[in-house]
């Protein structure tokens, strides 16, 4: 069964770009970063898993198309706010709850720091 779901999760992450010429290693870090966080979604009134916002957000993203080309564009466009309702989305890990916005633009700042980089300001 473990075998199954993980099929399943690989496959849906691979049709995240389905019809896209070139997958953006950012996005696909970001999203993968999003399912492997253990953190809560928050998105119109309701929690959501880390799963279900990956694929929520995947989702909005084959949606898309064309249209997001960046990471920063996926984040900005996609992945802070409900098109639907205009509420944004925040992300709550152990007992802190951050707008997605910061939360995403963190990891993608540490993602594209040097390896062996320290944050030295």
Do not use: Q
């Not at 953190?39 to 898309?64: E, I, Q, W, Y």
């Not at 920063?72 to 802190?96: M, N, V």
């Not at 997605?100 to 390896?115: H, Q």
């Amino acid at each position: 069964m473990k075998a199954f779901v993980a099929i399943v999760a690989l496959t849906a992450a691979g049709l995240v770009y389905a019809g896209a010429a070139t997958p953006d290693p950012e996005i696909t870090h970001l999203l993968s970063e999003i399912a492997d966080s253990g953190c809560v979604f928050h998105r119109n009134g309701k929690d959501h898993s880390p799963t279900a916002a990956r694929d929520h957000l995947a989702m909005k993203l084959r949606r898309a198309g064309a249209r997001i080309d960046t990471a920063e564009e996926f984040i900005k466009y996609l992945a802070t706010k409900s098109s639907w309702t205009g509420k944004p989305y925040s992300i709550r890990c152990a007992d802190e709850s951050t707008p997605s916005a910061d939360w995403l633009n963190a990891r993608l700042k540490s993602f594209r720091a040097p390896a062996g980089a320290t944050n030295a300001s």
